[in-house]
């Protein structure tokens, strides 16, 4: 089992809340992932970061941010939630040189 | 672009069967080929992945996956079903030079008793 740590594991909110799903490892990796997946269960890449202070948009795109202040921590951060967003988030990360993704066990997001 | 499709949104077999769940990619160069299991309300585990090499690839709990380059095609197999094997599995290829994953639209695995 991976070190990758998500809080909350669920979370049910209002509209126009803001929000901050945290995601930690404690295996010093360097790259860290969110991937959203969608009720459909396709998972698609919103966020990365190749190491601290560096932060790229995926290939969907996403009315979140994300900040990369520390190597062990990549919180995700939805400054007005919608409906829309309802999702579950997944976090990942990997070694620098590495091959391989690890994956937290996700935060199940439903917005009302 | 690069793309990964499982052709199958659900397989179901009899436990004790062999299993076979279908992938296939579209990528430029060489690709990186990975299978990834999700149980209800977790994250993804890894199973298995190609790089190189010998075109059988054998990952965790008994899964192996065949590299077919000339069909594109990356099938994830078990010998023998358990009912324990149900559960959501991913097919990914990563971007080169890149970290990213690009999935498969997931195929639901049944295994019956």
């Known amino acids: 089992e991976a070190d990758i740590y998500q809080t909350p594991r669920y979370l049910v909110i209002g509209t126009g809340k803001k929000i901050t799903l945290e995601c930690s490892q404690t295996?010093?990796?360097?790259?860290m992932y969110w991937y959203q997946q969608d009720p459909g269960m396709e998972l698609h890449l919103i966020h990365y970061s190749y190491g601290v202070n560096s932060t790229e948009k995926g290939d969907l795109s996403s009315e979140s941010t994300v900040s990369r202040i520390r190597t062990e921590h990549f919180p995700l951060t939805l400054e007005s939630a919608r409906p829309s967003h309802t999702s579950q988030y997944l976090c990942?990360?990997?070694?620098?040189?590495?091959?391989?993704?690890?994956f937290g066990p996700g935060t199940r997001l439903t917005v009302l | 672009a690069q793309s990964v499709a499982q052709p199958e949104d659900q397989v179901n077999v009899a436990e004790g069967n062999p299993l076979t769940v279908k992938c296939t990619y579209s990528v430029s160069g060489n690709p990186y080929l990975f299978w990834y299991v999700q149980y209800p309300n977790r994250g993804l585990q890894f199973l298995l992945k190609y790089i190189t090499g010998d075109n059988l690839v054998k990952g965790s709990y008994g899964f192996e996956a065949e590299f077919n380059k000339s069909q594109t095609s990356f099938h994830l197999k078990k010998p023998s079903a358990l009912v324990s094997d149900s559960a959501l599995y991913f097919c990914a290829v990563r971007v080169l030079n890149t970290g990213k994953l690009i999935f498969g639209q997931g195929t639901t695995l049944q295994v019956k008793p």
């Open positions: 295996m010093g990796h360097d790259k």
């Open positions: 990942a990360s990997e070694l620098a040189g590495g091959i391989e993704q690890f």
